[in-house]
């Protein structure tokens, strides 16, 4: 049963920018962690932001680069990647897990609704 709905993914060339956004009708965002992860063929899923009630966390490989938000009216959240490279070429997950006062994990395990994803290619 799919909780989360991502959308946006698509082809861009390197340098290039994308803004992936994710909503439910099930879950209420502002009331979660929320977090945006991406799998590569071949490698582990990893975690690249979160965002809770502290702000927001980031992976050192997209810091400077990416920008997550969520719009609570529209119970939306949002993934602004800009100066995409080809590594980021993955498929994008967006997840939600237990709303927390501290800094929001990285760590897939901490989320408990995913969706399907959605895929992001950059070319070269």
């Known amino acids: 049963q799919v909780q989360v709905v991502e959308s946006g993914g698509g082809l861009v060339q390197a340098g290039g920018s994308l803004r992936l956004s994710c909503t439910s009708s099930?879950?209420?965002?502002?009331?979660?962690?929320m977090g945006w992860f991406r799998q590569a063929p071949g490698k582990e899923r990893e975690g690249v932001s979160c965002i809770n009630r502290s702000g927001g966390n980031y992976a050192d490989s997209v810091k400077d680069r990416f920008t997550i938000s969520r719009d609570n009216a529209k119970n939306t959240l949002y993934l602004q990647m800009n100066s995409l490279k080809p590594e980021d070429t993955a498929m994008y997950y967006c997840?939600?897990?237990?709303?927390?006062?501290?800094?929001?994990?990285?760590?897939?395990?901490?989320?408990?609704?995913w969706g399907q994803g959605t895929q992001v290619t950059v070319s070269s």
């Open positions: 099930k879950l209420t965002f502002e009331y979660y962690t």
């Open positions: 997840a939600a897990g237990p709303g927390t006062a501290s800094k929001c994990s990285l760590r897939s395990n901490g989320y408990g609704y």
